[in-house]
């Protein structure tokens, strides 16, 4: 089992910073890709950042320059730090990775977090 841990949401003010954690835990034998989604009320979920095992990122348009992902391959743990807040960046925030467990190594499944609420006030 593949757990995942979210940390770091709430209420910040327009231009304001906020940074997210995601831990993975229990048997996990790799990570692939991590990546960072978001739900707004009433759209469908996107995908805000994504980070491959070696370092690559990449954004949604909206957020280039804002907000930058990050991964400790060590602590299993991905990191998104926002920066520049705008009310638009209201939603919930989605944590995932792709992982194989100890009992599949080749077998890499898509993990989800629970979510954590960001609200930037305008």
């Known amino acids: 089992q593949v757990q995942l841990m979210e940390s770091g949401g709430g209420l910040v003010q327009a231009g304001g910073s906020l940074g997210l954690s995601c831990a993975a835990s229990?048997?996990?034998?790799?990570?692939?890709?991590m990546g960072w989604y978001r739900q707004a009320p009433g759209k469908q979920r996107e995908l805000v950042a994504g980070i491959t095992r070696g370092g690559s990122t990449n954004y949604v348009a909206s957020v280039k320059g804002r907000f930058t992902i990050s991964r400790d391959n060590a602590k299993n743990t991905v990191y998104l730090q926002m920066n520049s807040l705008k009310p638009a960046d209201t939603a919930v925030y989605y944590c995932?990775?792709?992982?194989?467990?100890?009992?599949?190594?080749?077998?890499?499944?898509?993990?989800w977090g629970k979510g954590t609420l960001v609200t930037v006030s305008s």
């Open positions: 995932k990775i792709q992982a194989s467990s100890d009992y599949s190594p080749l077998a890499f499944m898509d993990y």
């Open positions: 229990g048997s996990i034998f790799s990570i692939n890709a």
